[in-house]
């Protein structure tokens, strides 16, 4: 008996790490294309005018006027995403800070499985610059392969709207002017 269950035990552990390379698979990697998705409205005209939209209306991600756009998947209750707040918040700044890139790379984040007021509670406490996007329904998330929290994309915008991921990671972006110099390298933004 305790063999069978043993069997079971590691049958199951199996099947589990199995499933889970399976869904890994699923995520838009390097090189693939990222779903045009539809985002919800940007809550100002601040936020409207930064992605170079023409209307506070929902919008489609091949909409944003930019050549790269970095895509976060945060959660408010992600330790590690209120942990990395400050580094994406200073990648955001250095961009800013940059004449020759800060109209051709944008930030925005995407809250997976938060409601407007959690999103809002998070840019308010973690005084985040660059728009965030509730996913209340998990409808993003679940297109994107219900990736970890954080996650980081980083798409190259054809001129036709159409994209290319150049990067795809769980976890942090570790120092920012170093991971913008890699998005730099990678984009050939020169």
Do not use: W
Not at 125 to 142: G, Q, R, T, W
Not at 147 to 158: A, E, G, H, Q, S
Request: glycine share 4%; aromatic share 14%; proline share 6%.
């Amino acid at each position: 008996m305790r063999k069978y269950i043993v069997f079971k035990i590691a049958l199951f552990s199996v099947l589990l790490i199995f499933y889970q390379n399976i869904n890994a698979a699923e995520y838009p990697a390097k090189d693939d294309k990222f779903p045009d998705i539809t985002i919800c409205a940007p809550q100002n005209q601040n936020e409207k005018d930064y992605l170079g939209l023409a209307t506070i209306t929902p919008f489609r991600l091949s909409q944003i006027k930019t050549e790269v756009l970095i895509v976060e998947i945060f959660s408010m209750y992600c330790p590690y995403c209120q942990k990395e707040a400050p580094a994406v918040n200073e990648l955001y700044t250095i961009i800013k800070q940059r004449p020759d890139i800060k109209d051709r790379i944008k930030i925005i984040g995407i809250g997976a499985g938060n409601t407007p007021f959690e999103v809002d509670f998070f840019r308010d406490k973690y005084n985040v610059p660059f728009p965030l996007f509730a996913d209340e329904s998990f409808s993003i998330h679940k297109t994107i392969g219900e990736v970890r929290t954080p996650y980081f994309f980083v798409l190259k915008i054809k001129q036709d709207g159409s994209n290319k991921v150049i990067f795809s990671r769980v976890g942090s972006i570790q120092d920012p002017k170093e991971f913008l110099d890699l998005i730099i390298k990678e984009t050939g933004l020169n």
